[in-house]
């Protein structure tokens, strides 16, 4: 979309902004941009009130916000165990809603927002910011075009010294980013979830883990992810049975996106691979935040289904459950149906 944003009735949907701390200051400054933002709203007043200083709008309360009828829509960006009454309280006053992820801390609490959008007739998108990445939508048309061949296997490390939660663990906290990936370039759900992991700060936090799953068609994929990393690592290598492609997130933005030609010959009897050298895939720069906000309204103004709505969404919390059940049974787990 590029930030091209519709209009309702001649008018760029109206946005409040929920929660203006480590990430939400940023979903503030890009709504603000997009001449969406008319409110903002944090638990802290002397944060909201820098925000509402610096870009104009006034600060309100939360319930202010969701009973005034002048905004279309909400984006929260709250801590992960509020998602499900922030949202829901919004959806209830009929509000359209964006809510960072998870969109839930269980699949029955998603469902059940799943279902509460539908019966309000609202968009429910869910910022799985991934799917607004222009290298990761480049990586998924190649994907598809068949350049890669079939995939065989995915593999991704997501690693960072970083923002310790103490609530939801490393495998909800960030592993969802590259489930949700992995589940869009095979389009299908895992038969399989298994999982290892470690608790090294608090015994009930997993601060390490290596999730492995198995997918009817025959792909498989590995997602490892620590917050306890000296040093940062985002990065997908997509193995296809005619070339790999690697999505390097930490990288130059032209260096992100690399294809790898290779081809398998017997020789003296021996299988021997030989690599090409990188290919490096022009994408067009964008902020892959802005691409979200920008598709949020584009979806209000539109009536449009959202590309990460409750579907999508639905289907990372059901692989996340069975991540979590597979932990504490110690053996793999099937994710069940996702559907609300």
Not at 5 to 29: E, S
Request: aromatic share 6%; charged share 25%; glycine share 6%.
């Amino acid at each position: 979309m590029s930030g091209v944003v519709g209009l309702i009735a001649g008018r760029t949907p109206t946005v409040a902004a929920v929660g203006c701390g480590y990430w939400g200051k940023n979903v503030v400054r890009n709504f603000a941009e997009l001449g969406a933002l008319r409110a903002v709203s944090d638990a802290d007043p002397d944060v909201a009130e820098r925000m509402s200083r610096q870009y104009n709008v006034p600060a309100r309360s939360l319930p202010e916000i969701i009973n005034d009828a002048q905004y279309d829509g909400i984006a929260f960006a709250s801590p992960a165990r509020l998602h499900v009454e922030h949202a829901g309280a919004a959806l209830s006053a009929g509000k359209h809603v964006l809510v960072e992820k998870p969109m839930a801390l269980s699949l029955p609490e998603g469902r059940a927002l799943a279902r509460l959008a539908k019966q309000r007739g609202r968009i429910l998108m869910v910022g799985h910011l991934l799917h607004y990445h222009p290298v990761v939508l480049k990586l998924l048309e190649i994907v598809r075009s068949g350049r890669l061949g079939e995939i065989r296997h995915i593999h991704s490390n997501r690693l960072n010294l970083g923002k310790i939660r103490t609530r939801e663990d490393v495998i909800w906290s960030f592993a969802l980013h590259d489930l949700s990936v992995i589940l869009a370039i095979l389009n299908e759900m895992p038969s399989r979830v298994s999982v290892e992991a470690e608790a090294i700060l608090n015994p009930a936090i997993s601060d390490i883990a290596d999730i492995h799953l198995k997918f009817p068609q025959g792909a498989t994929a590995r997602v490892h992810v620590s917050w306890l990393n000296p040093y940062k690592e985002q990065r997908m290598s997509v193995i296809g049975s005619k070339a790999h492609a690697v999505f390097d997130d930490i990288a130059k933005w032209e260096n992100k996106l690399q294809i790898f030609d290779y081809k398998v010959e017997e020789r003296n009897g021996r299988p021997e691979a030989t690599k090409a050298p990188a290919i490096f895939v022009p994408v067009e720069q964008r902020e892959p935040l802005r691409e979200e906000c920008a598709h949020f309204l584009h979806s209000i103004a539109e009536g449009t289904v959202p590309r990460t709505d409750t579907r999508e969404a639905l289907r990372v919390l059901s692989v996340l459950e069975a991540a979590s059940t597979s932990l504490k049974r110690g053996m793999p787990v099937s994710p069940v149906i996702a559907d609300a």
